[in-house]
């Protein structure tokens, strides 16, 4: 058996824990978490992906059809460059 600490709101509190069982519900978290962090991880990559796609496609339609920009078109290109 193992003492747990549990600070809740301000509130602490103490219980005692099966040491095993907290040791699964520890890797269980673990894998959670990897889990989340690999999907953020993803979601970046394709976020990064996606903002260099759109910052290409805005350079071709500055660079080529500067006539037709908006000014809110042309000041998002200007922050971009």
Known sequence: MIKI???????????????EQMKIREDALCVRKMMILASASRLLRMATTWQKSVEGTLNVIVQNDSAKVTPSLRKV????N
Do not use: H, P, Q, V
């Open 77 to 80: 290109y200007d922050t971009i």
């Open 5 to 19: 600490l549990w600070n809740n709101r301000g509130i602490e509190e103490a219980t005692w824990e099966n040491e």
